[in-house]
């Protein structure tokens, strides 16, 4: 076999793989479902081994498929940032960079800088949890992401990006609105509106909490940052968030917490080292460094 054909045969597993089937890898690569069929087929025959079970309409990976596609995902993303490479004021004029992350607010003002001084390259920006951050960094499906908890082991690039306590916040008319701080023992006799189980902010609460003697059951659960936003809007009841996140709205008073030394919330922008060096991830990755060294005014 030709190294041009192992190369053909390579991307026909990789798409199959990546696109859960062979029709939807033969819409991608504009070929037919046979032939891409076939050239898996002659990869499978040629070194003797069984990449995808195939169960009627159903494709999944074998082990070994698996370990293949870790490899050509590298393989393939090599060739993206060699491309990129060679075209390097291509990629800054109509490029596109994902981002993940557990929140976007605390990369509103980098991203702002980047648009004015990149206004082709188009942004992606979808949310998740630290997990969902490292599966996406993992898989090439984001080149940035954000989140609080570094994950162990040397394959990622970090930039600390803030670090700021956990405060209270209740809707504007609220009757601790105007308190000076409110402790612990203040947050026994009122009702709160927390993220579900797996938030970082909850579990920092929890834990702070816990260190002090206190135990909470939420009056409310919600799913997401922004639900917890809109119940305790509506007076429901009180919430708490990282001052980074709290942001600008009108119809809420943050309430600072006594406690807040012991809550601190971190937020890093990461990438893995191997894609550090691509022009998108370079650029965004510089500008959030001038300003994570700027003075703060």
Known sequence: MTAQMRYVQLRAFHYVAICGGFSRAAEELFLTQPAISDQVRKLEEEYDILLFNRHKKQVTLTPAGARLLDITRRLFDNEDQARELLSESRATRAGTLRIVADSAQHVLKILALFREKYPGVAVVISGGNTETVIESLFSYEA????????????????????????????????????????????????????????????????????????????????????????????????????????????????VPLEAEAQMVMEENLICLRERRGGKLVSAFLEIAQKLAAAPVP
């Open 143 to 254: 080149d940035l992401g954000v989140l609080g908890d570094l994950p162990p082991g040397r394959e990622f690039e970090t930039l600390a990006l803030n670090a700021t306590p956990i405060t209270a916040f209740v809707a504007k008319g609220h009757p601790v609105a105007g308190r000076a701080a409110l402790t612990f023992q203040d947050l026994m006799g009122l009702p709160l509106v927390m993220r579900e189980h797996g938030s970082k902010t909850r579990k920092k609460f929890e834990e702070a909490a816990a260190a002090n003697g206190f135990s909470f059951t939420p009056a409310i659960t919600a799913e997401g940052r922004e639900a917890v936003r809109e119940i305790v809007a509506s007076g429901a009841g009180v919430g708490v968030v990282s001052v980074a996140e709290f942001g600008e709205d009108p119809r809420l008073i943050r």
